[in-house]
């Protein structure tokens, strides 16, 4: 049986990855002994706390959409092994991994990585949600993760310079 999703369940593996995301950034802010990265890791830890919110209210916007027709709940397991288990944006293993010596690059080049990765599962799970049940609404949650690219990436620059 071939899975198919809805932008409701998208959209709900969304939220545990921008969960999943301020927890990495919120590590990585502790982890800090000057001020002014700890702040800068902080904040980001506040936006992913923003997407969390903002994706919440978009699954319940469009929670009925319509059903995955998923009668094994395989979609539900295989959401769940993709937003914790895969490295994306904020994964478990990547934050438990940090030990405090990383400098501000090397988090930051990690943290591109991730949200590369991230940008790249929805693009794939684009293709396995059908258009009758939200397929549009992905990208909208592509778009913040470019963002988050755009505004780590502007970052790293900085430190280069």
Do not use: W
Not at 25 to 39: G, H
Not at 45 to 61: G, I, L, R
Not at 133 to 154: R, S, W
């Amino acid at each position: 049986m071939s899975i198919r999703f809805n932008a409701d369940e998208i959209f709900a593996m969304a939220v545990q990855i921008e969960r999943n995301g301020q927890a990495f950034y919120q590590q990585a802010a502790d982890m800090q002994k000057d001020e002014t990265t700890r702040e800068y890791f902080m904040n980001l830890a506040n936006m992913e706390k923003e997407h969390v919110t903002t994706f919440q209210k978009m699954k319940e916007q469009f929670s009925d959409v319509g059903e995955s027709m998923d009668l094994y709940d395989e979609a539900g397991a295989y959401l769940a092994t993709m937003a914790d288990g895969y490295k994306l944006e904020g994964s478990p293993r990547i934050t438990a991994a940090l030990t405090g010596s990383e400098t501000i690059e090397e988090i930051l080049r990690l943290a591109i990585g991730l949200e590369k990765d991230a940008v790249l599962f929805y693009l794939g799970m684009k293709d396995v949600v059908p258009e009758a049940l939200g397929k549009n609404k992905i990208d909208f949650i592509i778009e913040e993760e470019k963002q988050h690219l755009v505004t780590l990436t502007a970052e790293l620059k900085k430190l280069k310079a």
